[in-house]
């Protein structure tokens, strides 16, 4: 079965870092495309950043245009998001979700979420 | 960045009921549009891709369509698992935007 586990969400301060993790498996993790959207607590969902299949190519949108990286391993069946000069606005529960075959900007499997908190 | 607005935000019916809601594009974006469900407590799970193409194991009660900017998602008969926040989204260009869901309830 496909799984996509998200993990490093947490407390953090204004100002502060995060590296969130999404573990792969039931899958071949190299062949697909992945993207992190995320939700503000009992609202909508915004998507955040767009990786190839390859690792070559990365999108981000206005929000974290600069203060996020996205990047992958495939030898660990990982993706990852750095999340830098984090903003109270960027409280939301965090989810990976891989591409789908053909249509890569269409989000078919998603992880179960990881929770960043952004306070003082 | 291209706008999605859904209608309504909020939507009654009964267990058997035929229910459509919508998903207007602030500009063309043919077919590319997804349309996710949302459980409370759970993840995203697609439905329906490139307008109409149903995904693997989604019951035929759902069905999309589309006419010009305006997306249409029909569920057929009303299962009490179908009571949840719908979500499209467009994948015309990036940022690949959603709309601000459509939550059915009982």
């Known amino acids: 079965d496909v799984q996509l586990v998200e993990s490093g969400g947490g407390l953090v301060e204004p100002g502060g870092s995060l590296r969130l993790s999404c573990a792969a498996s039931?899958?071949?993790?190299?062949?697909?495309?992945f993207h992190w959207v995320r939700q503000i607590p009992g609202k909508g969902l915004e998507w955040i950043s767009y990786?190839?299949?390859?690792?070559?190519?990365?999108n981000y949108g206005d929000a974290a245009k600069g203060r996020f990286t996205i990047s992958r391993d495939d030898a660990k069946n990982s993706l990852y998001l750095e999340m830098t000069s984090l903003r109270v606005e960027d409280t939301a529960m965090y989810y990976c979700?891989?591409?789908?075959?053909?249509?890569?900007?269409?989000?078919?499997?998603w992880g179960q979420g990881s929770l960043v908190t952004v306070s003082s | 960045d291209i706008q999605m607005t859904q209608a309504p935000s909020t939507l009654s019916a009964h267990v058997g009921d035929r229910v459509r809601m919508t998903c207007r594009a602030s500009q063309s974006i043919n077919t590319w549009l997804a349309w996710y469900q949302q459980r409370p407590g759970r993840t995203p799970k697609l439905l329906i891709y490139?307008?109409?193409l149903s995904e693997n194991g989604v019951p035929p009660r759902f069905s999309g369509s589309r006419s010009g900017t305006e997306f249409t998602l029909t569920i057929s008969s009303l299962q009490p698992d179908d009571f949840a926040t719908y979500y499209c989204?467009?994948?015309?260009?990036?940022?690949?935007?959603f709309g601000q869901g459509t939550k059915l309830e009982i």
């Open positions: 979700a891989r591409g789908r075959n053909i249509f890569l900007y269409v989000f078919d499997y």
């Open positions: 990786i190839s299949n390859t690792g070559q190519t990365q």
């Open positions: 490139q307008g109409s």
């Open positions: 989204q467009q994948y015309q260009s990036f940022p690949y935007t």
């Open positions: 039931g899958f071949t993790f190299s062949s697909y495309s």
